[in-house]
């Protein structure tokens, strides 16, 4: 089973701010794709990255990068100079590559909801 | 590119009748459209998987003569909740998969139902 675990469930931080939103997986699979995506307040989920499990480079994007470590089963989130525009829930999720079934499902964490402050 | 519209984006009826909700990909075929709900500050369910031609996958404890699907084509796939009662209000919204093979989910903006 796979289960997906973001033990932060409100972070404030002040605008200019940087900020991390930690990700915590567990699967049993061998191979497998991590994501981010960022709802804000009008609902829509915006796809952010996808990281598959053969690949632990950290990459990076403007202000936002993001670290994943296979030996800790983490894929944390780092906004630098945080926007009050960056406030949103982001939900980190996890699905396997190879899907016998064919349905790829993604597997959701709670949601972080990021509160930027002017 | 990588578009997904969703509609209505709110709907307000009455107990007992049924609502159609639409998920369209824009810019991409997609085989699979997953449908989701969600309450208030919580995380995602997984209601069903849609496949193109086939019948839906519900996943457990999801009616599926209540939430009906249908995906008759690449790019629109169709939820809906029939006889809709007040535990059914709630924020519906669906995603897309692209056929590309880099397996991303694109999603919709999501519909508010108010069932009164």
């Known amino acids: 089973a796979q289960k997906v675990t973001q033990a932060q469930t409100e972070i404030s931080v002040v605008e200019k701010e940087d900020v991390t939103l930690d990700c915590v997986y567990e699967t049993r699979d061998t191979t497998y794709y991590l994501f981010w995506y960022k709802q804000p307040p009008s609902g829509e989920l915006v796809f952010l990255i996808r990281?598959?499990?053969?690949?632990?480079q950290n990459e990076i994007s403007g202000r936002y990068s993001w670290n994943f470590q296979k030996s800790t089963s983490s894929f944390n989130f780092t906004i630098t100079a945080s926007q009050v525009v960056d406030s949103a829930v982001y939900f980190c999720a996890l699905s396997e590559i190879y899907s016998g079934a064919g349905s790829y499902q993604l597997t959701f964490g709670k949601g972080t909801k990021l509160s930027v402050i002017p | 590119g990588a578009v997904v519209s969703q509609h209505p984006s709110r709907v307000i009826c009455k107990s007992g009748t049924s609502v159609k909700i639409e998920c369209r990909s824009l810019?991409?075929?997609?085989?699979?459209m997953f449908w989701y709900r969600q309450f208030p500050k919580q995380s995602l369910m997984l209601m069903a998987t849609?496949?193109?031609?086939?019948?839906?996958?519900?996943e457990q404890g999801v009616e599926k003569d209540k939430f009906l699907i249908n995906h008759a084509s690449l790019t629109l796939s169709t939820l809906t909740v029939t006889s809709a009662h007040p535990e059914d209000s709630s924020f519906y919204i669906c995603s897309a998969r692209d056929t590309d093979g880099r397996n991303i989910q694109y999603f919709g903006a999501g519909t508010r139902l108010s069932v009164l």
């Open positions: 849609s496949n193109e031609g086939s019948k839906a996958t519900y």
């Open positions: 990281r598959n499990s053969f690949d632990e």
């Open positions: 810019d991409f075929q997609a085989t699979t």
